[in-house]
């Protein structure tokens, strides 16, 4: 069934754009709220969001939804997205909403839900959402004393920290550690600095001022370039950029060198091995997984198993395998021994804990492999499928051909955002930015 509304990560598109309106949000909210009100005790869902002006209007129209529909309604503020997961199962709520685009401009925002387990919900139930989003909401609202309050919850982020600072063993400290951590202006903005600071780390903090307007501009994950000359300006040990919704995170080394999820997701897997607490024997990455993460995970006797692009993609073949450990290139890790979605700040901290505990500077603790030359581009498309069109097939077939059996490549249409996504891969680096650029430049023509 074609989806109208929801995405690879919940429903998301530019605000007040069909994609999501204000309507949209209050349909939205009445269907999950139709569907989530089970029993006879009093429902309640929890709303977190990051700090786009827009979030302002999609939350008060989402609490007119679910409250129509009888359920109590708890509002967190900005709070990653990780929180209002890990809150949902705490507070025993029914159903929790984050407001995010996540990585995307201000312009953009979304809504994912999670249901009581803490977890994104399932295809099947997003497809019920929608039905009922376009047909059958006038019946099951809440009458007289049934219709659901709502009230602002004042001690969200300080749950949050708590649970942050325990994800990594007790006796860890980060003292002596002066770490650079980003925020993107977004959702962490608070939280992150705290963490970091109580564990005894000395913090400089960037994109901690949101105006609303400026969430992951030039800042955080997708542009680490400003964390990483921050590095190098305060000679700091580390640096951590998150995204505006702080499920994702890229790091640097002192020289201010990137760290990628693959790289972290290796340390990971590393540590927890020789602890003996990985599970599953190895760990879950994407199609997008760089071949270098493979060969050392194959050195360590390790596997890696690939799923299709998604953090909940990779859950689902995380639970299906048994691993505790998973992730994108991207910098969505998933510790599933520790919180049911993609924790930047969690992640991070265990890549922390290993450089507190080795005494060993992160240029040296957290390049574990060379990767294999990759390339990605992104190519922005307004309207049709250009990947249906006969000469973007026939560039591709091309590609693979000069590639051989060494390289390979992904062509994609991107969940979450108007673009298809070129990557390929191979030994040699000339010949891959080559083909992906022959590739692009075939989408842009029958895009255009």
Known sequence: MTRKYFGTDGIRGRTNSSALTPEVALKAGMAAGRIFTRGEHRHRVVIGKDTRLSGYMIESALVSGFTATGMDVFLFGPLPTPAVAMLTRSLRADLGVMITASHNPFSDNGIKFFGPDGQKLSDAVELEIEKLMDGGLGEGLAQGAGIGRAKRIDDAQARYIEFAKRSIPRNVRLDGLRIVIDCANGAAYKVAPEVLWELGADIVAIGTAPDGLNVNLDCGSTAPQAMCAKVREVRADFGIALDGDADRVVMADEKGNIIDGDQILALIAKSWSASGKLKGGGLVGTVMSNAGLDH??????????????????????????????????????????????????????????????????????????????????????????????????????????????????????????????????????????AVVRDIAQAIEEAAA
Do not use: C, W
């Open 296 to 433: 050392y995970l194959q050195s360590l006797n390790l596997k890696l198993a690939r799923s299709a692009v998604g953090d909940r993609y990779v859950l689902e073949e995380m639970v299906k395998g048994g691993f505790n450990v998973g992730g994108e290139q991207s910098g969505h890790i998933i510790l599933s021994d520790v919180s049911t979605t993609g924790d930047g700040l969690v992640a991070a901290l265990q890549v922390l804990a290993v450089l507190a505990e080795g005494r060993k500077p992160a240029s040296e603790a957290a390049h574990l492999f060379n990767p294999l030359p990759q390339v990605l581009e992104n190519v922005r498309f307004k309207k049709g499928m250009p990947l249906e069109d006969a000469k973007v097939k026939s560039s591709i077939a091309a590609a693979n051909e000069k590639l051989g059996a060494a390289g390979r490549i992904l062509v994609r249409k991107s969940g979450t955002e108007p673009l298809i996504r070129v990557m390929a891969e191979g030994v040699d680096e000339k010949l891959v930015r």
